[in-house]
């Protein structure tokens, strides 16, 4: 089922699943699992896992004369056209792509995966792929979980998969003006090695941290758990280097400019649609030295959000700020750490709480005094709300876990759970109605006789004018078709979002969102996309089918 | 030289000119007056004031079916031509644009101007003027210094001011949401008083202050005074409305989302080339109760500047935070107060400081305690940097002269002084380059044989990663051709900023910084910027001649 692709330093990277070999923390503890087959029905049929000779994989329909011209840029030996280097690349990993992965529904291989050295080589893999009309899917940490990376011929004769992971150095530190350049295939870990020795950090830490890459971060957007402090990646991008097919496009003389409409805003955000990040200017930040993460109790949803609302809006939000709802609150305790029903009512009665609402707050700071000073204001903000303190322990748990949620899916499909997460935005006014309007669609399409869903949120985000809402669902998955049954809840949920929310706020796009972007950016958005599209990409062969509907 | 224009109840605005009548602080002091003559070597020939009368307008060559048509849609007695309204918009408030009005040079009058009333009147009035391929240049303040509202043809039969005077209202606020709906037409100090009763502020304080208008403000990136604790106006904007002659396009659902590249960001900036934007939703914050402005001298431009990249690095900028050199310095204590030569000697020994470099702060905040300790953590990290404190009167004095600037201008120019601005941004580690670099060009241009310019410069607003330059340029007037000495000294200085940082911080591109847009964009950019504007405007309609070269 996982595919390990020893190109150069990077072989860590295991790609197909989220677990790396022998993760301690992607077993599910019995009373957990007591706790999901009470609550959902689960009957834990196992689901099957394919071994990687079962995976339907087609000849490479790579033309020769194409792979001799990528070969003369890259080297041969950086062309992979070996049934395990394109397996390897076959989607990202949402729910979807890893039950194609396990032989449920069908993988999308690229017919060849390049692997280029530096922008100058990337740029000339974009010349000669375009010239020929070979499409190209640009491949970071491969962690899409919405189509973002699947290799989509979208009517090319072929597709190959441009994987990143040579570009893997820091190329400059600017330490006066706090910036860095680096190239898009640096995982984010290996960032802030490289970045450590000078002193700084990105302090960009998605879910998905251990594989994702800098390009990976820019071309979608990405938002990180600590982006109360540290802000929206987009937020960091002071400047970017994107191969297109029509040439090399440079952005970014200043931190801030009227020089008419931020064209780097069009490149953050353009999924490998319009060319291939390969550096980006970050701005960077000391490095803290001192953390502390703490763990609140709030009771009922709509005081928990009022209370990250106070905080937003009062700007003395936590870096790491994060509030679970009552079945999310539920799902963390179970799941992470396998309370009994009994402990859990000790603990419910205890606090005196109905609806508990987790509370997480982190800072990090370069000076103890500054930390306590921040905390000291965002506490005061939270007084009125009822908060109960949980201690450190609470919140140190919550970050010696943070990027465990991945691992425990593969744990989770193994015994026959469709396993996956969502997520939107919106205002403060529209928050409760969209939260509502989501958990109905998906419990409405996802129940069934003697199948129950249990549908978790959570708010990772905050902003002085709304919030973000991200979902976990769990449900016992169909034994027929599996894809289809999360398919018809992903749509039910994409459909109750399109009116009241943005269709993602950190996953970006991908295949999955594109249908209801043109609800979200009007027709004119979608055209004035396509039209950007055809001036850099006037062959199409850029990521197809992905962002554009 | 002015023109009042009554049209419904905005006749406060008095075009063409900076200075209200009446208004105190439009006058030199002498002993101001003294100083710039022994400085510049001014000689005090007045510049001429011609006659409206003398001002060469054409007829309007607006077609008479258009202007049924356009009759028909804002009602008849709103579709202006006489010679007087025609005037009045007749170009922005930049030196240039002052010497026109005054006779010198030729300006570029409407054939007409329009004057709708809501945002369907708008969208109508474009789509007539679309039809019959009639220019339209959207005219909010009047006040840009770039020509961005000159009324350019662009080879098109006639050219119409879309004045947004009428589109002055608050249309909706959203509490918990800290968000307002604003018309585009609503000056700045009125959304002040609009938003008032709700208990909100925009916080947005640019020095055109007094007449810009909210569209205006998101049309050109405006960044205020106090944009260091409020953010760009940009940071503000949640959500457009823009009637484009395809249609209107509104954009913006959620404070930050993931669905693709940021296509506000495409807007916002976009100088009224893509559409009129007639509507803007914008953040906003509660109203503070508690001020507090300073002033220190801190010796030097390089120990003022680290200053100031320390509390931005810091993040404990003030919200005003604002560091003139040594020469703007001297100017702000000779013009604003009229020191005498002796009484500023007196001060420099005072302080000890062979180049005082005057720095401005500002706290505004909702609680006294917050703004104690935010002010607590600014003073901490500035010291180190020898700064010596003015105290408050400094502070307020600056606070209550802000707006004086411009309007100092008239009486400048009455005297034959050339005064303009400009400015840039770019990264710490370049901004010292970029200041001599600029100061350069711009006195080796403007010397001649008996006249010195006075080249002034300040950080107005700076980032963790840079700092904007804004430049105040004195010097005396040629006698024969104004307009082309001072397009000379900007031309040097375009040319030095454009390796070294952006061509405009907040004063946007218009006419003046087109032919350096490339050079920061790419040409590829601007091939992104003109098929975005064929989308949107495919007759080329809108504000022809502006940010796309």
Known sequence: MCHTVPVDSLDHLVRCGWTPDGAADAHLPAPALRWLRGKTGLTEKSTPVAPDSALPVGESALPDNVRAELAAVVGPERVLVSRADRLGRAGGLSYVDLLRHRGAGELAVPDAVV????????????????????????????????????????????????????????????????????QAGVVAPEAEKLLLPHG????????????????????????????????????????????????????????????GPDLRQLVVGSEGTLGVITEVTVRVRPVPTVRRYEGYVLDGWNSGADAVRALAQG?????????????ETEVALRL???????ALRRFLAFVGHTEPCLLILGWEDTSKRRLRDRRKATLRALRGFGALRLGRSTGEKWRHGRFAGPRQRDA?????VCVETLETATHWSRLSELRSAVRDALTTTLTAPGRSPVVACHISHAYETGASLYFTVLVPRTDDDPETQWRQAKAAACEAINPLGTITHHHAVGVDHAPYLGAEIGSLGVEVLRSVKSVLDPAGVMNPGKLVP
Not at 219 to 228: E, F, I, L
Not at 336 to 342: L, Q
Not at 412 to 416: K, P
Request: charged share 20%.
């Open 412 to 416: 989770l499909m193994d015994i026959g």
């Open 336 to 342: 992470s750490s396998g309370w009994t029903a009994a």
């Open 200 to 259: 700084f950090t990105l302090g960009h830490v998605p879910q998905s941290f251990e594989r994702a890459t800098i390009g990976g971060f820019a071309a979608t957007r990405s938002s990180g758990q600590a982006s109360a402090g540290y802000g929206r990646f987009e937020d960091m991008v002071e400047g970017v280097r994107l191969a297109t097919p029509r040439g090399e496009w440079r952005l970014g003389v200043a931190p801030a400019s009227a020089a």
């Open 115 to 182: 692997v280029p050295g530096s922008p100058e080589e990337v740029q000339r893999v974009v010349e000669v792929c375009a010239a020929h009309g070979v499409a190209i899917v640009p491949f970071g940490g491969g962690t899409s979980v919405v189509g973002g990376v699947d290799a989509v011929r979208g009517g090319r004769p072929a597709v190959v998969v441009l994987d990143l992971m040579r570009l893997n150095k820091l190329v400059s530190v600017d330490a006066e003006s706090q910036l860095a350049v680096l």
């Open 315 to 327: 700007r003395v939000l936590a870096d790491v700020t994060r509030l679970s709802d009552p079945t």
